[in-house]
């Protein structure tokens, strides 16, 4: 249950060897390459160069191809809008993939489909941009190669606007007497002219059309008549679609036959990819190569091993990291808590030498999920939902993993629904005996309790977190600042408890003593007040017997102050004080570390504000179960009549059984839309309170986490099963 342990390993080789040793690693994926050690030459591939330039060339075509069968590959796993498709493919067969080799065929197939449909729909959209243009002129019987003009007339062809064609014929009209129009049907608001005007007016004609809305129409490379035109580009527009058709019928096919294999390409190009850039980070020489990098402790013997076919060319060393180093990060715990990883990996990894939150926060999560939850038929939902993603939906494993996590929570929400009664929120008096006998709490009924409950979780868990801090600064070494400056908080705290307690059982006196002593001492602790005056040796023995004075009338009057002593004590104090202050450095220090601690328990006040946040627990929980009543309710309001309803026969029976069908339809999905929304909050507002109140206590996070050089593959499941067999088919 901690940071597991990384080794800093250093493989020095013959540059021989070096490409079979950079495929060893990958497939191993064991050790995480850093940078070479600075001044040392790299064997980074230049932009330029033929293999990587290669490389990219073969990523490009594998996107395109991959691309380009996704929109033509039909899923077959269930709810495949929401869930990215998995191919699983045995390790060896994706490391030896020859992607040069598959890939070009693959790529010039999909190429030549792709280039016959792009240049078919081309084709399309002109001809289908050349009817809409040709149906104004289709009742034009002249054929358009006769669309010229004569030795005194000139032709213009265009067309306008149905609405402005009166007010432009009066223009021409009134411009260009010379002039004739001939008018065509209308194809929507457009309506086709055929302008006849003398030469001598052509001049003016063009100019009152070119000041209207008239838009001159020409059809290079056609003759035939416009009907005849607009017919042929019909049918040639109808072949295109069949062709379109049959080439992504091709598609289609080759997405049922290769997709899986276009996705093992790209991924494998990808990992080539990264391989180059790895080798990056290799340090060389002329004749040598060295790679340094961080692998876990209990994968060392697993490196060796698949280095070992070069053991005669390799020196590999193996060391612990050192202080000055920061390796990166894998999490170590036992199978029941890997689930709530996932909550440490939201905040952020530890650092390496950190302690691990995760199995200090797995309880307090859990109970505050079941809280919020709070309801056995709720539970066994989650559960029975949960169970069916990670077993019937090939998910990642990041996505099983939290499934792993809502079970667990919904285990602990049916234990809580069964002792606060709850099943699916219905009143308790219509439970079974037995049921009623094992609750321990109504949390409607008894809110004050509930919200008790929260506040004392939230008191445990905070300082519980407090202790963590106290304990870890200890591991590290400084014992000092683990009781003075966490322990004193827990100590503060628990006077006064103690206070709270004297005073309600009638005894001021050690109420009194517990808050005097719980407030001061905590300032002189959390300040190392006491410390301070003791003096550094450097200073004079007169110098730091005047702290020890000032120390000793600060204690005496606190005595005083709890124990109801002599007020002359606190003009000692302050006399002592006032002389220090311009005599003594020792006593300024004192002064100041007491000022210091005093603001510090100032800022412990931030405490109450992070204890009454638990109670939100309760807010949730009577939140689930109060909608959860509502829906009980309209069920039954709609389900009352229904005896009635069977009763009175004929159509009674029908009504009845719209009545029995909506109440069934109406408990059913308003406790599945209460899970749905009770979730979210139930997982949000829990991870805020380990997050927030608890991770503030004790933790920082910021580690890196481990990212070994391996095979990284997205929808590509390596080593699990036989290629194309989905996971829980």
């Not at 790209?266 to 990992?271: H, T």
């Not at 999920?369 to 038929?377: E, L, R, Y």
């Not at 309803?645 to 599945?672: E, K, Q, T």
Request: with cysteine.
């Amino acid at each position: 249950m901690s940071v597991a342990p990384m080794r800093r390993v250093e493989v020095v080789g013959y540059a021989p060897v070096l490409e079979d040793v950079l495929d060893a690693l990958q497939r191993a994926g064991a050790v995480q390459v850093e940078p070479a050690p600075e001044g040392m030459d790299t064997h980074e591939l230049d932009q330029d160069s033929d293999r990587l330039r290669r490389w990219d060339e073969l990523a490009a075509d594998g996107k395109f191809v991959r691309d380009l069968l996704a929109r033509h590959h039909k899923p077959t796993q269930p709810f495949a809008a929401f869930v990215t498709e998995k191919f699983h493919v045995p390790f060896d067969e994706f490391a030896s993939l020859d992607v040069e080799g598959e890939m070009l065929p693959l790529y010039e197939l999909c190429s030549t489909l792709a280039d016959r449909i792009a240049s078919a729909k081309r084709e399309k959209a002109r001809l289908e941009a050349l009817v809409t243009e040709l149906e104004p002129w289709e009742t034009v019987h002249l054929q358009i190669a006769r669309w010229n003009s004569t030795q005194h007339v000139a032709l213009i062809a265009g067309v306008v606007p149905g609405s402005e064609g009166p007010k432009i014929r009066a223009a021409l009209r009134e411009a260009v007497p010379l002039a004739s129009v001939a008018e065509y049907g209308h194809h929507g608001s457009t309506q086709a002219w055929i302008v006849l005007v003398h030469k001598s007016a052509l001049a003016d004609a063009r100019s009152v059309l070119g000041a209207s809305k008239f838009k001159e129409a020409s059809f290079p490379g056609h003759e035939d008549y416009p009907a005849e035109e607009a017919s042929r580009a019909r049918l040639h527009i109808a072949e295109l679609v069949e062709q379109i058709a049959e080439a992504e019928a091709e598609l289609v096919q080759v997405a049922a036959d290769h997709f899986d294999q276009a996705v093992a390409l790209a991924e494998a190009v990808d990992g080539e990819l990264a391989a180059a850039n790895t080798l990056g980070r290799f340090g060389r020489t002329e004749r040598a190569f060295v790679v340094t990098g961080w692998v876990m402790a209990s994968r060392a013997d697993e490196l060796i091993a698949a280095l070992s076919p070069w053991a005669g060319d390799l020196d590999i060393n193996l060391r612990e990291p050192t202080d000055e180093e920061d390796p990166p990060v894998e999490l170590d715990n036992p199978k029941f808590l890997k689930p709530f990883e996932t909550l440490t990996d939201l905040y952020g990894r530890p650092s390496y030498r950190e302690l691990d939150p995760t199995p200090f926060l797995a309880p307090f999560f859990l109970l505050f999920f079941a809280i919020c939850i709070g309801d056995v038929g709720y539970g066994a939902m989650l559960i029975l939902g949960s169970w069916l993603i990670k077993t019937k939906l090939d998910v990642a494993p990041g996505v099983k993993r939290f499934m792993d996590l809502m079970m667990l929570g919904g285990a602990a929400a049916m234990v809580v629904g069964v002792l606060f009664a709850s099943y699916f929120a219905l009143d308790v008096s219509v439970l079974p005996g037995f049921l009623r006998a094992l609750q321990l709490l109504d949390p409607l009924a008894q809110l004050q309790t509930f919200l008790l409950i929260t506040i004392g979780l939230g008191v445990l868990q905070v300082f519980f977190g407090v202790g963590i801090a106290a304990y870890d600064t200890w591991r590290k070494g400084d014992p000092a600042a683990a009781i003075f400056e966490q322990m004193s908080t827990i100590f503060l705290f628990v006077m006064v408890g103690v206070c709270s307690w004297a005073y309600a059982a009638g005894n001021a006196l050690i109420g009194q003593a517990a808050l005097v002593i719980g407030l001061l001492g905590t300032v002189l602790m959390q300040g190392r007040t006491i410390e301070a005056a003791l003096g550094d040796t450097e200073r004079p023995v007169w110098d730091r017997a005047i702290g020890w004075a000032w120390v000793a009338s600060m204690l005496a009057w606190v005595a005083s102050l709890a124990f109801g002593g002599p007020g002359f004590i606190l003009w000692i104090l302050g006399g002592l004080t006032l002389v220090g202050l311009f005599v003594s450095r020792t006593v300024r220090k004192s002064v100041v570390s007491f000022l210091g601690g005093a603001y510090a328990v100032y800022g412990m006040s931030a405490f109450l504000g992070d204890i009454l946040s638990y109670t939100r627990l309760a807010a949730l929980g009577l939140s689930g179960a109060l909608v959860g009543m509502v829906f009980n309710v309209l069920a039954k309001m709609v389900w009352d009549p229904v005896g009635a309803l069977f009763s009175g026969g004929g159509m009674g029976y029908v009504w009845g059984v719209v009545a029995l069908v909506s109440a069934i339809a109406i408990f059913v999905v308003g406790h599945v839309f209460n899970v749905v929304i009770n979730l979210l909050g139930a997982f949000v507002h829990p991870a805020r309170l380990q997050f927030v109140e608890f991770f503030s206590k004790f933790y920082e996070g910021g580690g890196r986490p481990l990212a070994p050089f391996r095979f990284a593959t997205r929808s590509v499941v390596l080593g699990a099963g036989e290629s194309g067999i989905k996971e829980g088919a």
